[in-house]
């Protein structure tokens, strides 16, 4: 089913969140699509649907329902499915924890940097026979970010541009040790879900940004512990908020010329082993992601 598509109408746009996020004033022609990669199922059905016009792909991160816990997540089976799809460009929708005063629950961070403490995910479609080295300097790209928070100033969001975002394991929240530390780094926020995203995204040429919603101070704030009941009364204001920027974004996203960002051509020269020596089996698996270079 994703060959048709992508061979009728590439859907060169989607959104990783929470399920529910397709529920969008003014999305039409709504359908569900499944497909299979090698790196096994996504983490649901993707769902396509048209808004203004332009297709766009949705994908519950965690599935409907919310059944995988951020360690379990499939990540690399979601980017390579979107990218089967024909995805140029993917936004990721994630809650997260505020190490700063001034980041207060309810505002929107689009951070620009990223700091890794996960320990038990798959952060690579390579390996196996096969080295790639992509260049991850700017995790996220600038001008999508740069776009998607103008495009929330505009609809009256509080926007925090720049940061550190450190994700870590999870699934428990941190301990105030662990915070404490975090803030004396200087990050900004705290989440468990945009690695290995971003570096899978990277490696499959896809621009990819992060919209952080902030849902609370995390713990190192006295009075202002998270609790669950906090993270979801905060996470679904933040969520109808999410959906009024995607339908200002994506319009603005489609009109505009080659960002020029680099993203989409980030394994050039970066796959290292030579053709020769590479496992059939492997480069088989890789081939549509780095058939061209090789």
Known sequence: MSKKILKKEPVRYAVIGGSGLYDIQGVEGLKEIRVKTPFGSPSDVIVVGRLSGIPCAFLPRHGRGHRFLPSEIPARANIYALKSLGVECVIGVGACGSLKEELAPRDFVFPDQVFDRTKMRPSTFFGNGIVGHVAFDQP???PLSRLLADCAEEISIKVHRGGTYVCIEGP?????????????HGFSVVGM???????????????YSTVSLVTDYDVW????????EKVIETLNTNVENVKKLISRVLPVINQSEDCGCGCQSAL????????????????KKLDFLIGEYI
Do not use: D, W, Y
């Open 221 to 228: 704030k006295e009075g202002e512990e998270v609790t669950v």
């Open 140 to 142: 996220f790209c600038r």
């Open 172 to 184: 428990a929240f941190s301990s105030k040790a662990e915070s404490e530390v975090n803030r004396m």
């Open 268 to 283: 050039k020269n970066a796959v290292f082993t030579h053709p020769k020596a590479m496992k059939p089996q492997t480069r």
């Open 193 to 207: 879900t945009v690695l290995p995203e971003a570096k899978l995204a990277r490696e499959a040429e896809i621009c």
